[in-house]
């Protein structure tokens, strides 16, 4: 980390810097001992919060618990990059292959609608998010991105994106926008949103607290039981059994603590970096009036926002994953990921090269096995999910909520007719071969990266071999 400029109070990790703005959350009293509820929900980010707050809307008299290792919004929720986005993680294919293409582009519109839900839901709860609804640009830096942005747009007009929900920018109005270093074309979608991630978290679970529901932290649960001989499904923690007439596994990247879910899904690591705030003047070659979010063409890709206090904040994959499943050390992030993020931050933003870093942090996401999130409950079990967001799970999770609350109520409705209901996928491999995948895989990427931004105008076949092996 030599030569990069840091703030005198830099720290890496201590969860995230959304949280050092905001301060830890006090925590809730623990689980007090064995319990029985209508419905329990392992896992206290926002799967699990949206889950509570649109049963609980819906029928008040259930009885709901969330049991939570940490505190709610510990893990990815609290961590994330800010993006309240449309976009939605895995094959359009693939989902299609399951109830036909309308029922994907119906998905994909369910994901537009979700982006303004959330929002609603704020200003309904006074939950201040710093949320401003900006849009998202992807930008192309090199002559293979551009063609992949430009492939891109032509294959989402069949999926459901009118002219009105992605366009291509002009020059001049890409320059008003942004000032990109090295900005070969760019895409805009109005279909996203700027958050403070923390804000959103805490805020969410005050008001699902207020509604009713029993929201226990410091709380692991490290075993769910399915339902047997006409008996309750369980959640086993050290303090006690939940038993209740569901249980939902709202766990994402922290999936493989639990017994017998090793191999679901696999903890994908992402880090992040933040500016300390930036004075008008370098705003001025930056530009970025309008707060939009902003992402590359890369195959081992970034996402940034400005922040409402005039920082950027930029994320990447930087070593993404951890023999074993293992989980990182309280958000702390590796120094040549620091590193990495920063020569990115000054690529594009040349202007922002003296800015200094105050905050650096990392967590887990949720992959699964061909890379498509996914939402399921099982009345004979009482079993259910949701997750896999693969980075996307801002909004996708808002979704599975209200998804979740309609299966929970055995509603036949649009959400729990769109396609990635009830999907089924295959378990990651064993180790060492999970191990040795991942590490090929992005090792594949960054080289096609690399090459693309030498020469040619195609996706480099290392890519190409990436998504081949990780089956993407």
């Not at 720290?11 to 830890?24: D, H, K, P, T």
């Not at 809730?28 to 896992?43: E, F, M, Q, T």
């Not at 709901?64 to 961590?79: H, M, P």
């Not at 007009?157 to 070969?184: H, N, P, S």
Request: charged share 25%; proline share 5%.
């Amino acid at each position: 980390m030599r030569g990069i400029p840091l703030t005198k109070d830099f720290a890496n990790g201590e969860v995230s810097f959304w949280y050092r703005q905001i301060g830890l959350p006090d925590r809730r009293a623990a689980l007090p001992g064995p319990r029985p509820y209508d419905v329990a929900i392992v896992g206290g980010g926002y799967t699990g919060l949206w889950t509570a707050y649109y049963l609980k809307k819906a029928d008040p008299g259930l009885r709901i618990a969330i049991l939570e290792k940490e505190f709610a919004g510990f893990g990815a929720s609290g961590r994330n990059g800010g993006w309240l986005s449309a976009e939605f993680a895995g094959s359009r294919k693939r989902h299609a292959k399951a109830r036909g293409r309308q029922a994907m582009i119906d998905l994909q519109h369910a994901m537009f609608r979700a982006v303004d839900e959330v929002i609603s839901v704020t200003r309904e709860e006074g939950i201040d998010a710093d949320i401003h609804k900006g849009g998202l640009i992807h930008v192309a830096t090199n002559p293979a991105q551009r063609r992949r942005l430009h492939d891109e747009l032509k294959d989402l007009r069949t999926w459901g994106y009118g002219e009105t929900d992605l366009r291509l920018l002009d020059r001049d109005e890409q320059r008003e926008r942004v000032q990109a270093a090295g900005t070969l074309a760019a895409a805009y979608s109005p279909h996203c949103a700027r958050i403070q991630p923390a804000k959103l978290a805490v805020g969410l679970a005050a008001a699902v607290a207020r509604l009713g529901v029993d929201i226990f932290e410091n709380t692991p649960v490290t075993e769910i039981l399915p339902r047997r001989d006409g008996g309750q499904a369980t959640a086993i923690t050290p303090r006690g059994a939940v038993t209740a007439d569901y249980v939902i596994r709202a766990t994402e990247g922290f999936t493989a603590s639990l017994a017998g879910q090793h191999r679901q899904w696999l903890p994908m690591n992402s880090s992040m970096i933040v500016t300390e705030p930036l004075p008008p003047e370098v705003w001025k070659h930056i530009g970025w009036p309008g707060n939009e979010l902003l992402g590359d063409e890369a195959h081992a890709y970034i996402y940034a926002q400005r922040t409402a206090d005039d920082r950027i904040a930029i994320g990447g994959r930087g070593v993404p994953y951890r023999f074993g499943s293992r989980t990182d050390n309280r958000g702390a992030t590796q120094p040549q990921t620091v590193a990495l993020l920063w020569r990115m931050l000054i690529k594009l933003f040349p202007a922002a090269a003296d800015a200094r870093i105050q905050h650096a942090w990392c967590g887990v996401l949720g992959v699964p096995r061909d890379w498509c999130s996914t939402v399921h409950l099982d009345h004979a079990t009482g079993l259910g999910w949701a997750g896999g967001y693969v980075g996307s799970g801002v909004t996708t999770t808002n979704l599975a909520g209200r998804t979740l609350r309609d299966l929970v109520l055995r509603r036949d409705t649009e959400l729990t007719r769109l396609p990635w209901v009830g999907r089924q996928v295959r378990q990651w491999e064993p180790e060492p071969l999970r191990w040795a995948g991942v590490q090929l895989i992005y090792a594949l990427f960054r080289t096609a990266d690399r090459r693309e931004n030498g020469h040619g105008t195609t996706t480099s076949p290392y890519a190409r071999l990436a998504n081949l092996i990780s089956g993407r």
